[in-house]
Structure formats: structure tokens, C-alpha cells
T-cell receptor, first 114, second 114 residues
Framework: DAGVIQSPRHEVTEMGQEVTLRCKPISGHDYLFWYRQTMMRGLELLIYFNNNVPIDDSGMPEDRFSAKMPNASFSTLKIQPSEPRDSAVYFC????????????FGPGTRLTVL | GENVEQHPSTLSVQEGDSAVIKCTYS??????FPWYKQELGKRPQLIID?????GEKKDQRIAVTLNKTAKHFSLHITETQPEDSAVYFC?????????????FGQGTTLQVKP
């Protein structure tokens, strides 16, 4: 398996623009997690899905952030409109056994909002 | 909700020495405690985990101990090597095993000097 796949790897955009991050989990994994990593706040869980259904989105910072998982092999995290404080590395992770199992992280998307 | 504190924030040791990283958590119901290693510019990867029904777990040079009464757990690395240099994150699963979420510590930057 190729592991968790994320795209793009790097994104530079201007404030106010819409940003869409994409993730393909490992085949057979039914949990998918979106994390944000910054120096100030560390690694934060934004939202996670089980069997394509959002379970906990309490980490989503505000209404500008939205996430979807239309099928078992694809998820998106959208920021609209983007702001400079959204600059971070966004990781997607997936697991097979749920919350008490290994989470396999993707390579991350480094987002810079100018 | 769950809160995880991790110490120290940075740790420098000589090659061959041992390194210890400590974490405390707040939710007495937490029952799963993984440790992730993140090399510079890379994704976090699970190195070891422990569940609340076990007090200690070892995997070669790495061990984790858990004290449920005191609500703290520690990572022990023996015979450190330069390739152990990375950021280490502890985490605790707050809430239930089905609907909780992992809360990460702020990370410890370990530097192993050759």
C-alpha cells in the first residue's frame, strides 16, 4: 500500500482565497483524521470520521473550515476564506482499529497564506 | 476535556545515555497512551503505545511506563543513538474508546550528540 496520500504537498495562497486540501486514506481503514500542526499550538485534531461519518468536529477552529468525506477513499478539508493565521502543516491520518489503534499519518500539506 | 502536559520541551543527551520524557494527563478515564516520533520535516510515526491495564511495555531500547493513580506516563529510551534525534509527542485518549479523541502533548525535541 502507498500509505496515506495527501495533496498538494505545498500550497501558497493569498488571504481571502479558498484552499482545498485532499487526502486518500489507506485502503481498508475506516477512521480518518485531520490534524493541524503549528509551533505555537502543536498538533491539534480538527475533525475525524468513522465510516465516512464525521464523529467529532470540535477542533475545527471556526466556520471558515469545513471537511467532507464523500466516500471511503477520499476526504477534503476546505478553508474559505483563508487567513494568514491558517498557515500551518495539515496532516491527514487513518487507522484500521479506531481510536486505540495506530494512526498512520500522511506526508502533510504545508499551507502558507500571505 | 482531556489535557496533556509534556516535559521537558527540549532534551539534549550524549550518545549512549538514556533519555526520559514525562507526560501528565487530566482525564482519569483515559485508557490509551501512544507515543509518536517526528523527524524534522517528516510525518509523526507511532513508536510505542500502552493501555491502561498495563503498567509497563518495552520494545527493544524503548519503554513506556504508566502510573494511573498519579495520571502520568513516561517514555524511556536507553542507549540513545543520533538517529533518535527527533520531536517526541505523547498523547492520551480522552473520552471513550469509540467516541473520544487523542490529545497530544506539546512535544519534546530530543537531541542526541555523537
Amino acid at each position: 500500500d502507498a500509505g496515506v496520500i495527501q495533496s498538494p504537498r505545498h500550497e501558497v495562497t493569498e488571504m481571502g482565497q479558498e484552499v482545498t486540501l485532499r487526502c486518500k486514506p489507506i485502503s481498508g481503514h475506516d477512521y480518518l483524521f485531520w490534524y493541524r500542526q503549528t509551533m505555537m499550538r502543536g498538533l491539534e485534531l480538527l475533525i475525524y470520521f468513522n465510516n465516512n461519518v464525521p464523529i467529532d468536529d470540535s477542533g475545527m477552529p471556526e466556520d471558515r473550515f469545513s471537511a467532507k468525506m464523500p466516500n471511503a477513499s477520499f476526504s477534503t478539508l476546505k478553508i474559505q476564506p483563508s487567513e494568514p493565521r491558517d498557515s500551518a502543516v495539515y496532516f491527514c491520518a487513518s487507522s484500521y482499529g479506531g481510536l486505540v489503534d495506530t494512526q498512520y499519518f500522511g506526508p502533510g500539506t504545508r499551507l502558507t497564506v500571505l | 476535556g482531556e489535557n496533556v502536559e509534556q516535559h521537558p520541551s527540549t532534551l539534549s543527551v550524549q550518545e549512549g545515555d538514556s533519555a526520559v520524557i514525562k507526560c501528565t494527563y487530566s482525564d482519569s478515564a483515559s485508557n490509551y497512551f501512544p507515543w509518536y516520533k517526528q523527524e524534522l520535516g517528516k510525518r509523526p510515526q507511532l513508536i510505542i503505545d500502552i493501555r491502561s491495564n498495563v503498567g509497563e511495555k518495552k520494545d527493544q531500547r524503548i519503554a513506556v511506563t504508566l502510573n494511573k493513580t498519579a495520571k502520568h506516563f513516561s517514555l524511556h529510551i536507553t542507549e540513545t543513538q543520533p538517529e533518535d534525534s527527533a520531536v517526541y509527542f505523547c498523547a492520551a485518549l480522552g473520552g471513550s474508546s469509540n467516541t473520544g479523541k487523542l490529545i497530544f502533548g506539546q512535544g519534546t525535541t530530543l537531541q542526541v550528540k555523537p
